[in-house]
């Protein structure tokens, strides 16, 4: 069926690179499980929910047998009603009853606990705690409330540590919560696993066994993340049975100013374009876009395209404001007065602004599952549309000229490795403060917390157990956000706000002096990198350059732990040491990516251990490419080109990998190339390209042979944060070695 749509002009253009409708979709429902608790089905009566769909029964049943459970549906699906049943259900039924919920942020916490509040069931005693409460009100809910909504840093500083004021809700733990679940990877994913197993085991200590209800975006491997993050198995619920209404999705490309260097136009005038030609035909729509700056670029491009009248109903829209500045905007867009929002992904987790008709995305937004959640925006009700507009990255050209593989194949998979001893030891310690530890917590902690134990300094072996001989308690030492305790802390000068950290082996390359770091989607200009204190001080910046540090790189192999002939050659998986020192910089202007200024910098080596896969092409793949410097700019080209497709495997970011590519190689004294967690100790990233080399190195040949560019351009071989500033690059001879290892395949 082709209807038109008031949008179908708007679209018409050469920089359309695919269109599709997602078709509407009917219900499949279940009846309300008999054995609910009468408090429970009347609390869903009253909100005129009288059945189920299929995927919240299969949930609730799954829950009431006893285990684990994933639920990885559809964005507005009704996940939330999934996990809550089984929970308020288990309330209403025993007074005793305890349920603990996790949310990634606080905000999210409170939406859920409004949510719960509206429900109205009198047995559903459910109260935040965080950092924000109140000391005298800690107390009060410990003992009284039933329901406790929490983030995984207060359980890990806050909770565990002080388990003994816990006591009763560990005794009576039923249910913990995991929602966002797929938030939880790599680093701070892997601490997060430790968490939950240091909460497995105090809670077996008091005599419970919770069971884990996690709830996660769609993702290729939602079973093996509950396992990894929980420890022990989890069925996975997936077959989304939620209406859905009709969706238009477009790609967008903005068109090619000059093919030899694969120049395009600006993303961001082209997203200002289709949000004022949306807005003009009278459609409510959200505009997502990577940072403040950029926001407000279309914001402001936008307005400029319409009358006075029409561009008052457009607003920006950002993680800085005010609850009270945020809900005005929710509140005029929901009303109707406002038409246009600009954003920045900030707005994407959880915060409910309506239904609207149509999502704008300005560059990949990272992972298909915040692309989803940010198109789930448009069309909940009504036929809605949702567009991506390409960036010049490769990844996102990637997806322009292969739209199935954003659309249609779930690869992506969330990875985390909550056995990395960096990640790992620090909550040993924890564990070890918490109470000894002896063999019979390998079924909780794992088997790798008992091998480590012995290395962890301050433990002292007992005939108790490992026990804690530190002074203080070890947890409040261990961000979860960073893999090394000694990380910069990055400080806003203007406020003395601490914005985040920097982890030691990035710190370099990312907060150095004069660098442009970017928190929240608000650009700062970093005044001062104190290597003596960790600290960088920065300030809000409002310039249009970004920074590229150069740095020269080393690696060396510690230990092959896996070895394979793949693909004609011999790859392999295993520990590295890499070595990185950053000697420059450059300042380049957002609005064309060129060079304004390269500014030496002095600062030290740094070194630090991680996990790698690497490859030894063999003769005959590099025939006719042996000469220098061919042969590295072949080598590096295809780092690059990989390392840009590598999230479309593991669920990761391009700044979470690092590559090297040599000619000669001191360790295999060939020509190699190495892809590395840039993350010390490695969180699974590394490993996953290492199972997945097949499919990842016929992903890149697809990119390399599809891009329409002579020699090479930034969507496809070059790289925004390659050490060498991109020199030594040739994507022919690139293009030429892979395929031959694709066909050795
Ligand atoms: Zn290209
Ligand atoms: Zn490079």
């Known amino acids: 069926m082709t209807t038109t749509a008031v949008w179908d002009e708007l679209l018409a253009g050469d920089e359309l690179a695919y269109l599709t409708t997602e078709s509407a979709r009917e219900a499949r429902t279940s009846p309300l499980p008999d054995s609910l608790q009468p408090a429970v089905r009347e609390a869903l009566a009253r909100r005129g929910i009288h059945e189920l769909y299929a995927h919240q029964a299969a949930a609730y049943a799954a829950a009431q047998g006893g285990g684990n459970l994933i639920?990885?549906?559809?964005?507005?699906?009704?996940?939330?009603?999934?996990?809550?049943?089984?929970?308020?259900?288990?309330?209403?039924?025993?007074?005793?009853?305890?349920?603990?919920?996790?949310?990634?942020?606080?905000?999210?916490?409170?939406?859920?606990?409004?949510?719960?509040?509206d429900l109205g069931i009198a047995a559903a005693r459910a109260a935040i705690y965080d950092g924000d409460t109140p000391t005298e009100r800690r107390r009060q809910i410990r003992g009284w409330a039933n329901l406790v909504l929490t983030n995984p840093d207060m359980l890990h500083i806050g909770v565990l540590p002080r388990h003994d004021l816990w006591g009763d809700f560990l005794h009576n733990l039923r249910f913990v919560v995991v929602d966002e679940a797929h938030v939880y990877r790599g680093v701070f994913g892997s601490h997060v696993a430790n968490v939950l197993r240091r909460l497995r085991r105090l809670a077996r200590i008091y005599g419970s066994e919770p069971q884990f209800l996690l709830a996660s975006a769609t993702i290729a491997n939602a079973g093996e993340l509950a396992c990894a993050l929980t420890g022990e198995e989890a069925t996975v619920v997936e077959d989304d049975a939620a209406p859905r209404a009709e969706r238009t999705i477009a790609l967008w490309n903005p068109p090619l100013l000059d093919a030899e260097l694969g120049l395009r136009a600006s993303a961001l005038g082209e997203a200002s374009r289709l949000l004022a030609g949306l807005v003009g035909r009278g459609q409510r729509t959200i505009c997502f876009a990577k940072s403040r700056k950029s926001a407000e670029l279309i914001h402001r491009f936008a307005s400029d395209r319409l009358d006075a009248a029409t561009a008052h109903r457009l607003a920006p829209y950002r993680a800085g404001y005010t609850p009270q500045q945020r809900r005005e905007i929710e509140r005029r867009l929901v009303e109707g007065d406002l038409l246009g929002v600009a954003s920045t992904d900030a707005l994407e987790l959880?915060?409910?602004?309506?239904?609207?008709?149509?999502?704008?995305?300005?560059?990949?937004?990272?992972?298909?599952?915040?692309?989803?959640?940010?198109?789930?925006?448009?069309?909940?009700?009504?036929?809605?549309?949702?567009?991506?507009?390409?960036?010049?990255?490769?990844?996102?050209?990637?997806?322009?000229?292969?739209?199935?593989?954003?659309?249609?194949?779930?690869?992506?998979?969330?990875?985390?490795?909550?056995?990395n001893p960096r990640v790992l030891d620090g909550h040993v310690a924890a564990a070890a403060f918490e109470a000894p530890i002896d063999d019979g917590d390998i079924a909780t902690l794992g088997p790798e917390a008992l091998e480590r134990a012995p290395h962890v300094p301050e433990l002292r072996q007992t005939a108790r157990g490992w026990v804690w001989a530190g002074k203080d308690a070890p947890a409040a030492r261990i961000p979860l956000r960073s893999t090394s305790p000694d990380s910069f802390l990055v400080v806003d000068a203007s406020t003395g706000?601490?914005?985040?950290?920097?982890?030691?082996?990035?710190?370099?390359?990312?907060?150095?002096?004069?660098?442009?770091?970017?928190?929240?989607g608000r650009q700062y200009l970093v005044r001062e990198l104190d290597l003596v204190a960790r600290r960088a001080l920065v300030e809000p910046f409002e310039g249009d350059w970004y920074t590229q540090a150069k740095?020269?790189?080393?690696?060396?192999?510690?230990?092959?732990?896996?070895?394979?002939?793949?693909?004609?050659?011999?790859?392999?998986?295993?520990r590295v040491s890499v070595t990185e020192q950053v000697v420059a910089y450059q300042k380049k202007a957002v609005a064309d990516g060129s060079t304004l200024d390269t500014v030496p910098l002095d600062l030290p080596p740094t070194t630090f251990d991680t996990e790698a896969a690497w490859f030894v092409p063999r003769p005959h793949q590099l025939e006719g490419l042996e000469a220098m410097p061919l042969l590295l700019s072949s080598l590096h080209a295809a780092e690059h080109s990989l390392i840009a497709l590598l999230p479309l495997w593991a669920m990761c970011d391009?700044?979470?990998?690092?590559?090297?590519?040599?000619?000669?190689?001191?360790?295999?004294?060939?020509?190699?190339?190495?892809?590395?967690?840039?993350h010390a100790g490695g969180v699974g990233i590394a490993e996953r390209g290492f199972d997945q080399f097949e499919g990842w190195v016929a992903d890149t040949v697809t990119l390399l042979e599809?891009?329409?560019?002579?020699?090479?351009?930034?969507?496809?071989?070059q790289s925004p944060k390659c050490g060498n500033l991109n020199e030594f690059l040739d994507k022919a001879g690139a293009l030429t070695l892979l395929t031959r290892m694709s066909n050795s395949g």
């Open 551 to 574: 740095k020269e790189t080393e690696t060396s192999i510690e230990e092959p732990l896996r070895v394979e002939r793949r693909l004609g050659l011999e790859l392999s998986f295993g």
């Open 71 to 117: 639920v990885t549906t559809g964005t507005a699906s009704g996940k939330t009603l999934a996990f809550n049943l089984p929970v308020l259900d288990a309330l209403a039924a025993d007074r005793h009853a305890r349920a603990l919920y996790l949310y990634p942020t606080k905000a999210l916490a409170q939406d859920q606990a409004r949510s719960l509040g």
């Open 497 to 520: 706000d601490v914005l985040g950290l920097a982890e030691l082996e990035r710190a370099y390359s990312t907060v150095h002096e004069g660098a442009v770091y970017l928190h929240l």
């Open 350 to 419: 959880g915060i409910d602004i309506g239904d609207l008709d149509c999502a704008i995305s300005v560059g990949f937004p990272g992972t298909v599952a915040s692309l989803r959640q940010q198109w789930g925006r448009a069309g909940r009700r009504e036929h809605g549309l949702a567009i991506l507009i390409a960036s010049e990255d490769a990844l996102d050209q990637y997806f322009m000229r292969e739209p199935p593989t954003l659309l249609e194949r779930r690869v992506e998979a969330a990875i985390l490795d909550h056995a």
């Open 706 to 717: 599809g891009c329409p560019c002579e020699r090479g351009c930034p969507s496809c071989v």
């Open 654 to 678: 391009r700044w979470d990998i690092g590559g090297l590519s040599t000619n000669l190689h001191l360790d295999t004294r060939a020509p190699t190339v190495f892809v590395y967690d840039g």
